[in-house]
């Protein structure tokens, strides 16, 4: 069964049971209070009748005699005698209301065996006469030995009764099916969000997720997605798994595009140191074979240089891209203690003669700045951006590195007045083969791995490298936390202090 039909027969099961059990009750209650009111009013006729016999001569005491001295009486009320002087009589009044004198019907004596024979076992009873139909009854003895016996039908009883479980059973039965109603809509309504959560998951289960752009616009709508209720908790969490698939898809496709633009760039990239060493050998092998002698000798030379070059420069790229793959997998550093302001004057040391046209400024605190990391690769770091700065500006342009100590992060500064980076490709400048366009010219044959290496191992040191540029004002900026040991030198210092 649906969740429906259970959540319907169960609520409607429940009301049932309770409403015939409350049914039970009431009428047990109702019925044993009619009866002791029954009980009540027999007694009482019972007294009163014992008093008549009083008045009256014992002797003479009869059922009519009896029934006569009450006047008016009730409908239905039976007086019966056992005088031992009169002999055993009874009397019935009439069922219509009024004066009952002169209007009692005389009891059969097989109506007076049925009494007498209900009362044997005690004073009061209950009693089926026949043609009258069921009564309670009740008898006393005088003092004289005159047993008087009084009773009332219950009839009224049994109406009253009857009546009362008609009601009952209708309005169960009318309260049931309009319980049913309002159930049925109180829970369409209350699982609409899940109905609306399985169409949504439906339709994206249907979708083409194996194509090469995918992108996942269905969602549970927003009125059906309300997490301050439990159906809607649940659209709610699945729009935001949708969120969280489709940004990783997303992110699937460009991790794709990424990786056919690097592939498409590597073999770029190695394809043409390959075609010049193919092409130098080849020459080499053509002027062994048809100018023998001294120039056949010194052009073999000169394709060996070049070919050498070429492998180089290859060379070069393999190794860039094999560290780039011992970055990614955490390896490739060595941690000790480096002092970034004595690695920052050597790596100006090494790049101001490689562009004696640039203007080459420094800018450290007095005290070291030291942190924890590997020397080799920071001052690699170093290298390749002050090397991207000289090699994207023009002559004339000043260069300046400068160290800080900001918090706990050391910062590493290198600011050129250059042209500045294009906006086109600042978003994708520390990916992979990525160079700048014409403002900032690649002129010295780079890979485009440069950026990405510094950008790799400045991670690896739990840090970030981040780029801020302009027309006239371009920053590199490397944060790198400071190191465990350096922090808690320094705070023995400011303790000692």
């Known amino acids: 069964m649906s969740l429906q039909t259970r959540l319907m027969t169960a609520v409607i099961g429940f009301v049932s049971l309770i409403l015939v059990i409350v049914a039970v009750i009431t009428s047990a209650t109702l019925g044993r209070t009619l009866e002791q009111q029954l009980d009540d009013r027999v007694y009482g006729y019972a007294v009163s009748l014992t008093n008549i016999v009083k008045q009256v001569s014992p002797n003479l005491a009869t059922a009519e005699k009896i029934m006569a001295g009450r006047n008016p009486g009730e409908p239905g009320l039976i007086v019966a005698v056992s005088n031992p002087v009169t002999g055993i009589s009874g009397v019935v009044a009439s069922k219509a209301a009024g004066e009952l004198s002169g209007e009692t019907e005389s009891l059969t004596t097989s109506q007076l065996t049925q009494i007498a024979e209900a009362l044997s076992e005690g004073h009061v009873a209950n009693v089926s006469i026949d043609d009258l139909g069921s009564y309670r009854v009740t008898a006393s003895t005088t003092n004289s030995g005159v047993v008087v016996v009084a009773g009332l039908p219950r009839d ?267 906006p086109a490709v600042r978003d994708e400048l520390f990916a992979r083969f990525v160079r700048g366009d014409s403002s900032r010219a690649r002129q010295t044959g780079g890979t485009g791995l440069g950026l990405a290496i510094a950008t790799a191992i400045v991670e690896g040191h739990g840090g970030v490298l981040s780029v801020t540029s302009e027309p006239g004002d371009t920053t590199f900026t490397v944060r790198l936390p400071i190191g465990p040991r350096q922090a808690s030198a320094d705070a023995a210092e400011e303790s000692a202090d």
């Open 156 to 422: 009224a009883i049994q109406r009253q009764l009857a009546t009362l479980l008609t009601v009952i059973a209708l309005a169960t039965i009318g309260g049931l099916i309009l319980l049913a109603l309002t159930t049925a809509i109180t829970i369409r309504v209350g699982l609409r969000p899940l109905r609306a959560v399985a169409a949504t998951a439906t339709r994206v289960a249907n979708q083409p997720l194996d194509r090469g752009e995918v992108e996942i616009t269905e969602r549970v709508p927003a009125s059906e997605a309300d997490p301050r209720t439990e159906t809607g908790l649940v659209g709610a969490s699945l729009n935001k798994l949708l969120d969280h698939v489709n940004t990783s898809l997303a992110s699937r496709q460009k991790n794709e595009e990424r990786m056919r633009r690097f592939v498409a760039d590597a073999s770029h990239e190695l394809r043409t140191p390959l075609a010049s060493i193919r092409g130098y050998s080849e020459l080499s092998l053509r002027a062994l074979g048809q100018t023998p002698g001294a120039e056949a000798i010194e052009g073999t030379t000169t394709s060996l240089e070049r070919i050498q070059a070429q492998s180089l420069r290859m060379t070069r790229l393999v190794e860039d891209l094999l560290l780039l793959a011992r970055l990614d997998e955490g390896r490739e550093l060595v941690h000790g203690s480096v002092d970034l302001t004595q690695l920052a004057l050597e790596s100006l040391a090494d790049a101001r003669p490689t562009a004696v046209d640039h203007h080459w400024n420094i800018e450290v605190p007095d005290e070291p700045v030291v942190i924890v990391g590997d020397a080799g690769r920071l001052h690699q770091v170093v290298g390749n951006l002050l090397a991207n700065a000289r090699t994207h500006t023009p002559a004339g342009t000043t260069i300046t590195l400068r160290v800080d100590r900001e918090g706990e992060e050391a910062v590493l500064r290198v600011h050129d007045d250059g042209p500045g980076i294009d």
